[in-house]
């Protein structure tokens, strides 16, 4: 039996980013009675309360649990492993934590919101990338999707929006519901630089004398396609040939490096892409 090591690998991120999430709500936002959203804001919301009776960590995973079965019946056997691996770490993770940081890492209240949330965002940015999610309001608004014509970010923006303004009855504080829309838009945006920031693409033009060395190399060594073009150089009027590979970001140092190896007086000209759509990048939805 083979062992998937890249199956691994997404498992073991994951982890990463439920433990960087769960460190960004135990050190900053729980201790500092900040309440940010998704099902760790709810827990949050109990933990407070039940006069810190209930770790969030419990109420994490007592939801979660709660909206899988009913999203089984309804919507089916969509969630795959990585979900309730996922829900499992988290759950696990905001347990120990909490029993372990008692205060908050720093004291000023905006400054924890601001860390809280973008480490939180980090975690679930991590999470997504994988695959996985970390259940709660994703459940909601897949459930709720069904039955009414209404985008997921939306039905998931508004729950936020109400978890985070129920806060008022725990603390009747408005402060604290400011601090909490903080959490939410700095989150959401860290959310947002990391699944984008692991789709990023480039486009390499190199031209070089041994263009059908670095040519077969880059294509074994990274599986992408290359596009030979014909040129001709106005200063020399000799004519050559130019390859065209569109990468993402992360691979690009390797094919510089191959390059270096092989031509180090190669020309290369380097460009950041929108987007890329076909095989081996983003599928085409129309």
Do not use: C
């Amino acid at each position: 039996m083979k062992i998937n090591y890249s199956e691994i690998r997404s498992f073991l991120i994951i982890a990463i980013g439920l433990a960087i999430y769960s460190f960004g709500w135990t050190a900053f936002l729980i201790p500092s009675g900040i309440i940010g959203g998704g099902v760790s804001g709810i827990g949050t919301l109990i933990y407070y309360a039940t006069e810190k009776s209930i770790p969030v960590g419990y109420s994490f995973f007592v939801i979660n649990v709660f909206l899988i079965i009913i999203a089984l019946k309804i919507l089916g056997s969509k969630f795959g492993l990585k979900t309730i691996f996922a829900i499992l770490v988290g759950s696990v993770l905001l347990s120990t934590f909490q029993k372990f940081i008692t205060a908050p890492l720093v004291d000023d209240k905006f400054m924890a919101a601001i860390i809280g949330g973008a480490l939180g965002g980090i975690g679930v940015g991590l999470t997504i990338s994988q695959g996985g999610s970390s259940g709660g309001t994703d459940i909601i608004a897949m459930i709720i999707n069904k039955y009414r014509n209404i985008s997921p970010g939306r039905i998931i923006l508004y729950l936020d929006i109400f978890i985070i303004a129920s806060s008022y009855i725990v603390f009747e504080d408005v402060p604290t519901i400011v601090y909490g829309y903080v959490v939410m838009s700095i989150a959401s945006y860290s959310i947002d630089m990391m699944i984008s920031g692991s789709k990023q693409s480039a486009q390499v033009f190199i031209i070089s004398r041994k263009y059908e060395d670095i040519a077969a190399r880059v294509s074994e060594e990274t599986g992408r396609g290359i596009s030979m073009l014909h040129s001709t150089g106005w200063y020399t009027r000799k004519e050559t040939k130019m390859l065209m590979i569109v990468v993402r970001k992360h691979e690009t140092q390797h094919i510089f490096k191959v390059i270096k190896e092989i031509d180090p007086e190669a020309f290369i000209s380097m460009a950041s892409v929108m987007g890329v759509y076909g095989l081996g990048f983003e599928e085409i939805r129309a």
